[in-house]
């Protein structure tokens, strides 16, 4: 009985889009990406989008089968400056759904490699630029610019970028992306590409799956072996042997007001402030799981942490609480 009524509690704190199925919901634990929007933070999981509102804690789940989400699995989520959330889904069975999707928060807009541009419908990463375009990271297909009526595909065979798989892309002040691919990190300034790798430059391994640019123009960029800072000229490598970073798989980085770096990694949270390493695991804080896949930091310096298997966590540097 005790069970069942913790269980019931779990449950009605979730708001659901329409009808709920709930075998969706123990993969809304396993998170992907994490974005503020105003009062909003929205999720990207194994289970689909989840909205939740800061003040009052009520989280809307959609999917599938009550929205017009194309597939569960959400990579990646950008919001541009209408308040439109573009979200990267995983392909379905056989290709048949998945792709880039826009939610102006009424009415979804589905676009895959049958109705678009879009060279694949696995859809991995995505940043917006200064004038609106859309940079989308796909899982085969290369990088795709869409300017909202055009679009434009970079790839091996046409461009200088060095793999197809592009895991994570971001947008400098010069409105340079650096691109994270499975054969290394690419900077395209809209005419020019620069590659570098583990054999040409400091990076430690050729995998980028994180990237993150300080106030400073310093690069830091996580792979499977560590961290490496690029300011430019010079190369730094953080890793489990040589500093306290507790895991070398990287999974995310972001940068507070502070300037500190909060490190996810597989085998728990890190706070590296330039000098001090602070190490957040399942046996000194509330974190429900080590697998740290995102994290955000909001104007009040709140960390909103996703965890993949344990749920979402805030921490406001004093308390840690347990949202789902």
């Not at 869409?146 to 197809?164: A, H, I, Q």
């Not at 798989?249 to 972001?254: A, G, H, K, L, P």
């Not at 942490?305 to 979402?312: A, K, N, S, V, Y």
Request: charged share 15%; hydrophobic share 35%; aromatic share 14%.
């Amino acid at each position: 009985m005790k069970i069942f009524l913790m269980l019931l509690f779990a449950l009605s704190s979730i708001t659901i889009a329409q009808n709920p199925k709930w075998i969706n919901y123990p993969n809304t634990k396993k998170i992907m990406t994490v974005k503020e929007e105003g009062n909003n933070i929205w999720i990207g999981t194994k289970g689909g989008l989840l909205n939740l509102n800061k003040t009052t804690g009520n989280i809307t789940l959609y999917n599938r089968s009550n929205s017009g989400l194309p597939y569960n699995w959400v990579n990646s989520i950008a919001i541009d400056g209408s308040g439109n959330k573009w979200m990267g889904s995983y392909e379905g069975v056989h290709g048949t759904y998945g792709g880039l999707t826009k939610f102006d928060g009424t009415k979804w807009t589905v676009y895959n490699t049958s109705n678009s541009g879009l060279p694949d419908s696995v859809v991995l990463s995505i940043a917006i630029d200064s004038k609106g375009n859309k940079w989308i990271g796909t899982g085969q297909g290369g990088l795709t610019k869409f300017d909202g009526t055009k679009w434009t595909v970079y790839n091996t065979s046409n461009s200088g970028l060095p793999n197809n798989y592009v895991y994570s892309i971001v947008i400098d002040g010069s409105g340079s992306k650096w691109i994270g691919t499975y054969a290394g990190l690419a900077k395209f300034d809209g005419s020019s590409w620069t590659v570098y790798n583990a054999l040409n430059s400091g990076l430690p391994y050729n995998y980028i799956q994180a990237i993150a640019i300080d106030s400073s123009g310093n690069k830091w960029i996580g792979t499977y072996k560590g961290i490496a800072k690029f300011d430019g000229t010079k190369w730094t490598l953080y890793n489990a042997s040589n500093s306290g970073l507790p895991n070398n798989d990287v999974w995310s980085i972001t940068i507070d007001g502070s300037g500190d770096k909060w490190i996810g990694t597989e085998n728990g949270l890190a706070k590296f402030d330039g000098t001090k390493w602070t190490i957040y695991n399942t046996l000194n804080s509330a974190l429900p799981n080590n697998d740290i896949q995102a994290i955000i930091i909001d104007g009040n310096g709140n960390k909103w942490i996703g965890t993949f298997g344990g749920g979402f966590v805030k921490y406001d540097g004093k308390t840690w609480t347990v949202l789902y």
